[in-house]
């Protein structure tokens, strides 16, 4: 055992330097695209304020310092070894909570295939019902996984392949089912493979996926439910065990992050930001709109770009 966790120690280690290499050889800033689609290198100097996005599946890596985030009304926090693994759209804020200049925080977002990742899934051999993870109140579609040493090594063989990007097509579709592997045979097992199935439930998925295309319209739940062939009150149950929060705080949510993206890159006032997804009263949109980024619109606004301008 102590054997095993000095080699991950080490893993984690190696892993550190050289993600500090590229980045210091790096003239852009963060996040680093690199030459592999979907694998996209972190780093930060310093801890940040939250940010808000709509958060696509993906597997979130920790190598050195720690990051959180929230989805309705869990919050989730991911340090050094360990992977935050989303498996459907939400609406969600995040910040990395640990970074110095001589410790800064370091890591990686991969784009998660979940065509493969269902694959493997149904390719595992049944867990005994011992293992299994008790019932939680946690969205079904997110979760936290330590990271084996043998997905740590897959990591560190994904960065050397940076370095002869010719491989890449060759052989990187090979050791990312790999990683996928060692994930969905690691520890927090159980709860991976909750959040896979939350991601194979079809009839939900198309429900959400209304939302996000008629967001700026209002939608009842009980059209929703009809989408999803399920009675209003199962909907209404799974949409929350699955995302974390109702099927309206969602729609509120992705109507305030699409105005927010308004304001911010077409200059558009609060007026029409608000008008264009889809609320009929300034001062709801106004009000509502503190209440999920913490300020009135115009002066979140306002500081976003002084912060975007500071960082020139």
């Known amino acids: 055992m102590a054997g095993a966790k000095s080699r991950r120690a080490k893993c984690l280690g190696d892993l ?21 689609d979907g694998f996209v290198i972190l ?8 940010s808000y996005r709509l958060f696509r599946p993906a597997l979130c890596i920790a190598i050195q310092g720690s990051k959180w985030a929230t989805f309705g009304d869990r919050r989730y926090e ?13 609406p969600s804020r995040g910040a990395v909570s640990k970074a110095s200049p ?5 890591g990686f ?9 269902h694959e493997l899934a149904e390719q595992m051999p049944s867990q005994p019902q011992s293992q299994m993870p008790a019932p939680s109140t946690s969205p079904a579609g997110v979760c936290v996984v330590d990271l084996s040493e043998e997905a740590l090594d ?20 090979g050791l990312y089912r790999e990683l996928l592997y060692w994930l969905l045979m690691g520890f927090g097992r159980g709860q991976l493979l909750q959040a896979v199935t939350a991601s194979r439930e079809n009839r939900l998925i198309a429900a959400i996926h209304e939302l996000k295309t008629r967001f700026a319209e209002p939608v009842r739940v009980d059209e ?18 699955t995302t974390g929060m109702s099927p309206l705080h969602y729609q509120k949510e992705l109507h305030l992050l699409e105005a927010r993206r308004l304001m911010l890159s077409s200059g558009s006032n609060v007026e029409t930001a608000a008008t264009e997804v889809g609320y009929e009263s300034a001062s709801q949109f106004s009000h509502e709109y503190a209440r999920i980024f913490g300020r009135p619109p115009r ?13 020139f």
């Open 16 to 36: 550190a330097q050289a993600l500090r290499r590229y980045t210091d050889s790096c003239a852009t800033t963060n996040p680093y695209l690199t030459a592999i």
């Open 43 to 50: 780093r930060s100097d310093q801890p940040k304020l939250p």
């Open 78 to 90: 991911y340090k050094a070894g360990q992977a935050m693994v989303v498996t459907v759209e939400m």
């Open 102 to 106: 001589g410790e800064p925080f370091l």
């Open 109 to 117: 977002v991969l784009i998660l295939d979940l065509a493969v990742l």
């Open 154 to 173: 897959c990591l560190c063989r994904a960065m050397r392949m940076l370095e002869t990007p010719a491989v890449i097509p060759l052989l990187y579709p």
């Open 224 to 241: 929703l439910a009809a989408i999803a062939r399920m009675s209003s009150a199962t909907f209404h149950r799974q949409f929350k065990a």
């Open 299 to 311: 002066r979140d606004i306002r500081a976003l770009a002084e912060l975007v301008a500071e960082s």
